[in-house]
């Protein structure tokens, strides 16, 4: 049974700070990683995916795997409120057309 | 670009009856999936098209819940009968080769 753990939070930060969301998965045959966003009674949104080991920055957001330690984070950086979601973590085994094993996500909330 | 779209949003029905969700992917999206995501749970696969084969169905419980992507296009989503457990957010998601998946709004289901 291939698993993703997550932290489910909630994680709470005040507004400016630098969130840090991290993932563990377990089949080490995954090739792809995704970040998704969702607001509470709305469906995921993607915000990052990472395919290699290192660091990957799109504005705010920095994603880092390490394949070795079967790692994967999100940082958020300068949060602001409307970040508060829940953030799920996706691993695949094959391409992003494959199917993809989501955590149980984290509750993020930036406080005011 | 039009986003994947589902109907219905919402289905209230008794336990034993029946009840299709339909989506029409985004325009061009070759790979359909049709995940269900229980509350407090990430997203789970239930079965993931390649144009009009039902490449993995896996997960799909083959004595209740029925597919299919007639024309490579629409698809549906059909539970007969349905029991108190399958009370969930039934998602589908879409992509293009290699594309990332993007998913619709969702169908809330609530079984009596």
């Known amino acids: 049974q291939k698993e993703v753990e997550q932290n489910s939070g909630p994680l709470s930060v005040p507004e400016g700070a630098i969130a840090s969301l991290n993932c563990t998965y377990s089949?080490?045959?995954?090739?792809?990683f995704f970040w998704y966003r969702q607001y509470s009674g709305k469906s995921p949104e993607l915000i990052m995916f990472?395919?290699?080991?290192g660091d990957k920055e799109d504005g705010r957001f920095t994603a880092q795997l390490n394949k070795a330690s079967q790692y994967v984070s999100l940082l958020i950086r300068d949060s602001q409120p409307s970040d508060s979601a829940t953030y799920l973590c996706a691993v695949s085994s094959g391409g992003s057309n494959y199917k993809l094993t989501f955590g149980k996500g984290t509750l993020l909330t930036v406080n005011p | 670009e039009a986003g994947v779209v589902q109907s219905p949003r919402y289905k209230i029905i008794e336990k034993k009856q029946p009840v299709a969700f339909w989506c029409n992917p985004i325009s061009g999206h070759n790979t359909l999936y049709w995940y269900r995501q229980n509350l407090g749970q990430g997203p789970e696969l239930l079965i993931r098209?390649?144009?009009?084969?039902?490449?993995?169905d896996s997960q799909l419980p083959k004595d209740r819940f029925s597919a299919e992507r007639l024309k490579g296009v629409d698809s549906t989503l059909k539970i007969q009968p349905a029991e108190l457990g399958d009370s969930a957010v039934y998602l589908c998601a879409s992509s293009y080769d290699q594309g990332a998946q993007h998913f619709g709004d969702g169908t809330r289901l609530s079984i009596l």
């Open positions: 990472i395919y290699s080991n």
């Open positions: 089949d080490r045959g995954s090739q792809s």
């Open positions: 098209y390649e144009n009009e084969e039902a490449v993995d």
